[in-house]
């Protein structure tokens, strides 16, 4: 079978499931906005409402971690970058909330797309409240959360009967800061915790939990562009984590995952 009879067949096949899904999309509206998230990176992990959303929009407001595959699914809209990644060239937080208002007021179809979740560290209960207090029509479209997809993808289970029995997200972006989270009250739980926007704290973060008692040989990893071609994991210890990852080069945006379901990892591999 040549490759292009084989793509022609999975297309086909795909058509078909979708077909027997019936799946039926909400229309969306000229004037209303649609906070959606787009997942951890691969298209593939795009949920159903995301897609016919990117299809329906003529107007579309996305972030830095959504890739260009993605953002060419919206082949009708026009194109407004809002940047949101740390370190690089952003839109400030209310001239994003400014220009989706606008755009709403001038009868545009527009979905406003974020990496990952929108209500999970992405301000989209921001963007949502300030929508509201506008007299804006806006609908949440859920996406996979970038930290629990990562694990996943990297062979980390988010929770293991013995291991854990709940799941920290953390956000680590004001480690070292007067607006620091307790990261010592975190590590008494005993409870794994994700942290996003952690990596320039890394070291601060990484410090706080051991003082906070967490022995230093607690499993930790750092995922990097999880689910994409350039997905690379470090896995080490907690009193390590900082210095290996920096000398792999590792760099944002990434998750942190400190726990004992990190060494679930090597043990899924065949690897323990």
Same mark, same amino acid.
């Given at each position: 079978m040549s490759g292009s009879t084989k793509n022609e067949? $999975?297309?086909?096949?795909?058509?078909? +499931?979708? %077909?027997?899904?019936?799946?039926?999309?909400? !229309?969306?509206?000229?004037?209303? @906005?649609w906070l959606a998230g787009a997942g951890p990176g691969d298209p593939g992990c795009l949920t159903l409402e995301v897609l016919a959303a990117l299809?329906?929009?003529?107007a579309l407001v996305y972030d830095a971690l959504v %890739? =260009?595959? @993605? &953002?060419?699914?919206?082949?009708?809209?026009?194109l407004f970058f809002a940047g949101k !990644? *740390? *370190?690089?060239? /952003? #839109?400030?937080?209310?001239?994003?909330t400014a220009l989706l208002v606008r755009l709403a007021r001038e009868g545009r179809? &527009? &979905?406003?797309?974020k990496g990952g979740d929108p209500y999970i560290f992405g301000r989209g209960g921001e963007e949502a409240l300030a929508l509201a207090r506008e007299n804006i029509p806006f609908r949440v479209l859920p996406g996979l959360t970038s930290g629990l =997809?990562? #694990?996943?993808?990297t062979g980390i289970p988010a929770t293991m009967r013995g291991i854990n029995k709940a799941v920290i997200l953390a956000t680590g972006h004001a480690a070292g800061t007067d607006d620091d989270l307790d990261w010592a009250a975190i590590a008494r739980t005993g409870q794994p915790v994700v942290v996003y926007m952690g990596m320039a704290n890394l070291p601060l973060i990484a410090a706080a939990l051991l003082d906070g008692g967490l022995a230093p040989s607690t499993p930790a990893?750092?995922?990097?562009?999880?689910?994409?071609?350039? $997905?690379?994991?470090?896995?080490?210890?907690?009193?390590?984590?900082?210095?290996?990852?920096? +000398?792999? *080069?590792?760099? /944002?945006?990434a998750l942190i995952v400190v726990g004992g379901i990190v060494a679930m990892r090597a043990a899924l591999a065949g690897q323990a």
């Open positions: 067949g $999975e297309n086909a096949t795909l058509e078909q +499931a979708l %077909s027997r899904l019936n799946f039926k999309p909400c !229309r969306l509206e000229p004037g209303h @906005v299809a329906e929009a003529d %890739s =260009s595959d @993605v &953002v060419a699914v919206a082949q009708n809209a026009d !990644r *740390g *370190g690089k060239p /952003s #839109m400030k937080q209310d001239d994003i179809r &527009v &979905v406003r797309l =997809s990562a #694990m996943a993808a990893a750092v995922i990097v562009a999880a689910t994409t071609p350039q $997905e690379r994991t470090v896995v080490a210890t907690l009193a390590t984590i900082a210095e290996e990852a920096a +000398a792999a *080069g590792l760099a /944002s945006p």
